[in-house]
């Protein structure tokens, strides 16, 4: 449910942006060797002994839409985290970003867990949001993690999957291009019901927009969002020559200004789209570990995955109140349901002093 909120004047919700040190333990990059020389990927960690949760994140998002989770996770269970930057996403530099195919990404996180811990990796669960699902689940049917002893996929069903994507397209356009601030991308981001947690929407719309070296706004051009969304309208009965004469003043103000724009150019990146979703019911339900599948809503399920839940090839859950960024807006839930569900199937304990 999103919540309207209604100010006395002078009294503004903070959308300033959160420092990733806040949630995460450690940050470092890890060099990748390939045929066209190193890959270099961004990783952010937690905990010190357990089983390793590997967590992917969503298209256009980065491993600090993980943040949040991060944090309860850890003082729910016995667990060490890794979030890592998917390729051409966060802080993550790779030779070939324009490869995004399902194939590509997964052997990317097969050779991540190989650097870190070399041929005897620690148990490892591996946790995937829509497109990091998909990933996860191709991940884990080509067997890249030796060690695999969970899959959790998030709010990526295939049926639901491939009927959206007719409409993914219009939902880019529709997004602005461009923001004044951070800030700005943070109350876009939250207002919008993008991210239904301002708290988490604060620490991860870093992981997806960047500043622009230069503007890339033009008078009357790009869709693109201002302070305006913070401060009052002004009054509109202006005369036209004081509105012209504002306007060519913004334009100047914009170009003197960094903006902020989305790292990551979503709507090029459709030809890999089919390749993620199609068939991910069929891959999820042969993946041979204990699963679990948490969704937004219990009408997102296809008639594969209906059928092997009633046979009971994994575990579901139902988070109501969610957007589609479900580990972000009720990261507590996401977090009960995958510690209660670790701990059922004996690859960790709650920690003590923990009431469940």
């Given at each position: 449910?999103?919540?309207?909120f209604?100010?006395?004047?002078?009294?503004?919700?903070?959308f300033s942006?959160?420092a990733?040190?806040?949630?995460?333990?450690?940050?470092?990059?890890?060099e990748?060797?390939?045929?066209?020389?190193?890959?270099?990927?961004r990783?952010?960690?937690?905990?010190?002994?357990?089983p390793?949760?590997?967590?992917?994140?969503?298209?256009?998002?980065?491993?600090?839409?993980?943040?949040v989770?991060?944090?309860?996770?850890?003082?729910?269970?016995?667990?060490?985290?890794?979030a890592?930057?998917?390729?051409?996403?966060?802080?993550?530099?790779v030779?070939?970003?324009?490869?995004?195919?399902a194939?590509?990404?997964?052997?990317?996180?097969?050779?991540v867990?190989?650097?870190?811990y070399?041929?005897?990796?620690?148990?490892?669960?591996i946790?995937?949001h829509?497109?990091?699902?998909?990933v996860?689940?191709?991940?884990?049917?080509?067997?890249h993690?030796?060690?695999?002893?969970?899959l959790?996929?998030?709010?990526?069903?295939?049926?639901?999957?491939?009927?959206?994507?007719n409409?993914?397209?219009?939902?880019?356009?529709?997004?602005?291009?461009?923001?004044?601030?951070?800030?700005?991308?943070?109350?876009?981001?939250?207002?919008?019901?993008?991210?239904?947690?301002?708290?988490?929407?604060?620490?991860?719309?870093?992981?997806?927009v960047?500043?622009?070296?230069?503007?890339?706004?033009?008078?009357?051009?790009?869709?693109?969002?201002?302070?305006?969304?913070?401060?009052?309208?002004?009054?509109e009965?202006v005369?036209?020559?004081?509105?012209?004469?504002?306007?060519?003043e913004?334009?100047?103000?914009?170009?003197?200004?960094?903006?902020?724009?989305?790292?990551?150019?979503?709507?090029?990146?459709e030809?890999?789209?089919?390749?993620w979703?199609?068939?991910?019911?069929?891959?999820?339900?042969?993946?041979?570990v204990?699963?679990?599948l948490?969704?937004?809503?219990?009408?997102?399920?296809?008639k594969?995955?209906?059928?092997?839940?009633?046979?009971?090839?994994?575990?579901?859950?139902v988070?109501?109140?969610?957007?589609?960024?479900v580990?972000?807006?009720?990261?507590?839930k996401?977090?009960?349901?995958?510690?209660?569900?670790?701990?059922?199937?004996k690859?960790?304990?709650?920690?003590?002093g923990?009431?469940?």
């Amino acid at each position: 449910m999103l919540v309207h909120f209604y100010f006395r004047p002078g009294r503004k919700r903070d959308f300033s942006p959160l420092a990733w040190s806040q949630y995460f333990e450690t940050m470092e990059d890890v060099e990748v060797e390939n045929e066209n020389g190193k890959d270099i990927f961004r990783i952010y960690c937690s905990g010190s002994h357990g089983p390793v949760l590997l967590l992917l994140h969503g298209g256009g998002h980065s491993a600090l839409s993980w943040a949040v989770f991060t944090a309860v996770i850890c003082s729910r269970i016995n667990c060490r985290v890794v979030a890592m930057d998917l390729r051409a996403h966060g802080d993550t530099k790779v030779k070939n970003p324009e490869d995004l195919s399902a194939d590509t990404m997964a052997k990317d996180i097969g050779k991540v867990v190989e650097v870190l811990y070399g041929e005897t990796p620690p148990p490892i669960m591996i946790i995937g949001h829509s497109m990091g699902g998909a990933v996860a689940v191709h991940t884990a049917v080509a067997s890249h993690i030796p060690s695999l002893i969970g899959l959790c996929v998030i709010d990526v069903v295939e049926g639901t999957a491939m009927d959206a994507l007719n409409s993914m397209q219009n939902f880019l356009r529709s997004r602005p291009k461009t923001f004044k601030s951070l800030e700005n991308a943070i109350e876009w981001s939250v207002k919008s019901g993008q991210i239904r947690n301002i708290e988490s929407a604060r620490v991860s719309m870093g992981g997806q927009v960047k500043k622009c070296e230069e503007s890339t706004s033009s008078p009357g051009g790009s869709n693109s969002i201002d302070e305006g969304i913070i401060e009052e309208e002004e009054e509109e009965d202006v005369e036209e020559e004081s509105n012209k004469k504002r306007m060519k003043e913004d334009d100047q103000e914009i170009k003197k200004e960094s903006i902020f724009t989305w790292r990551v150019q979503l709507s090029k990146t459709e030809k890999y789209w089919d390749g993620w979703f199609r068939g991910l019911s069929a891959l999820f339900l042969t993946c041979p570990v204990p699963k679990l599948l948490l969704l937004a809503g219990v009408d997102r399920l296809d008639k594969e995955l209906t059928i092997g839940q009633m046979q009971g090839k994994f575990q579901m859950q139902v988070l109501p109140q969610c957007g589609h960024a479900v580990h972000e807006d009720a990261p507590e839930k996401v977090a009960d349901a995958l510690a209660t569900f670790m701990v059922r199937h004996k690859f960790t304990e709650f920690k003590e002093g923990y009431l469940c």
